[in-house]
């Protein structure tokens, strides 16, 4: 049974890696951005989107102990993207989002779940 200080714990690392993850990614992606007029356009904010839905579920995977599920959503983006990934900057500059994006929520995962363990009784 999970107690009400692991569910915060847990719903925290939720808000965390949904929000702050926005920011570190974007803060990332800043180092290595695509040039202007790359001709990539797809849905207005759809990455922001994405790149939130791929945290929460690598949140999720990472609380369940499914790690190796992470990789089938990596691999699944990876074939969404297959077509634009022959590009070599745009595969580098999706490589590079997609694994701080991943990298980020499974550290805020892994703190929620060391924090609830060390106030166990």
């Known amino acids: 049974m999970i107690d009400t200080i692991s569910s915060l714990l847990y719903l925290g690392a939720y ?7 926005h920011v570190v ?9 695509l040039p202007d007029g790359n001709g990539y356009q ?6 922001t ?13 990472v609380l369940l102990g499914q790690y190796a599920a992470i990789t089938i959503l990596f ?14 900057r745009f595969a580098e500059y999706y490589l590079v989002g997609t694994l701080a ?3 980020f929520a499974l550290l805020a995962a892994q ?5 609830a363990q060390l106030l166990r009784p």
């Open 15 to 21: 808000v965390i890696a949904a929000l702050g993850g």
């Open 25 to 33: 990614v974007r803060w990332v992606l800043r180092l290595c951005p």
């Open 42 to 47: 797809g849905l207005r904010r759809a990455g």
């Open 49 to 61: 989107v994405i790149g939130v839905l791929e945290r929460l579920f690598t949140v999720t995977l």
């Open 75 to 88: 691999a699944a983006k990876s074939i969404v993207r297959f077509g634009e990934a022959k590009e070599r």
């Open 101 to 103: 994006s991943i990298l």
């Open 111 to 115: 703190a929620a779940l060391k924090v």
